[in-house]
Antibody, heavy 120, light 110 residues
Framework: QVQLGESGGGVVQPGRSLRLSCEAS????????MHWVRQAPGKGLEWVAM????????HYADSVKGRFTISRDNSKNTIYLQMNSLSSEDTAIYYC?????????????WGQGTLVTVSS | EVVLTQSPGTLSLSPGERATLSCRAS???????LAWYQQKAGQAPRLVVY???FRAAGIPDRFSGSGSGTDFTLTISRLEPEDVAVYYC???????????FGQGTKVEIK
């Protein structure tokens, strides 16, 4: 079965950096686009970034453009999110999510998330 | 960019009742790229419906999606206690590619 496992979250000071990882299993990883979606405490869902199956296409939400970078290593079945210049507004649970079969329109599997807290 | 507005904010119903959740888009969605997710407390979201009306794998048939243009609906025909959750609608826009969520509707049991 499909499994997604995020790691790398923690407490970080404003202005600092953090890198999240998401290891996948149970499907042919190098044929699916992958996403990061976040959820601030007590708030709704916000899409953050997407990377195509081959890593060549990347898209970002305006709120993170220029600060966050999504990447993937298909040899390790893993995607990453490099987060720079963090602020308190980036405090959230970060989920990785798999693109639905046959399209990139929705997310059919999600990890359990990793919590990022930006605080001094 | 399409903005999705969900209503009501909270829906409180008795078991066995019909739940109707609304998602209104700021402009017409002609692509059919509208999905719904269920998020139970302390859990990750789960895909319920995609492509407006296609149930995801493992979703009971009491869940159904419908709509067109700017108005979309998720219906739970007979509410069960395990359906208590926050439900989000989501749209995929193509130019540029963006994935947008509504603010959510909380479904409670009376």
């Amino acid at each position: 079965q499909v499994q997604l496992g995020e790691s790398g979250g923690g407490v970080v000071q404003p202005g600092r950096s953090l890198r999240l990882s998401c290891e996948a299993s149970g499907f042919t990883f190098n044929t699916f686009g992958m996403h990061w979606v976040r959820q601030a405490p007590g708030k709704g869902l916000e899409w953050v970034a997407m990377i195509s199956y081959d890593g060549y296409k990347k898209h970002y939400a305006d709120s993170v453009k220029g600060r966050f970078t999504i990447s993937r290593d298909n040899s390790k079945n893993t995607i990453y999110l490099q987060m720079n210049s963090l602020s308190s507004e980036d405090t959230a649970i970060y989920y990785c999510a798999k693109t639905i079969v046959g399209a990139q329109t929705a997310f059919d599997h999600w990890g359990q998330g990793t919590l990022v807290t930006v605080s001094s | 960019e399409v903005v999705l507005t969900q209503s009501p904010g909270t829906l409180s119903l008795s078991p066995g009742e019909r739940a109707t959740l609304s998602c209104r888009a700021s402009q017409s969605i002609t692509s059919g790229y509208l999905a719904w997710y269920q998020q139970k407390a302390g859990q990750a979201p789960r895909l319920v419906v995609y492509g407006i009306s296609f149930r995801a794998a493992g979703i009971p048939d009491r869940f159904s999606g419908s709509g067109s243009g700017t108005d979309f609906t998720l219906t739970i025909s007979r509410l069960e206690p395990e359906d208590v959750a926050v439900y989000y609608c989501q749209h995929y826009g193509t130019s540029p590619p963006t994935w947008t969520f509504g603010q959510g509707t909380k479904v409670e049991i009376k």
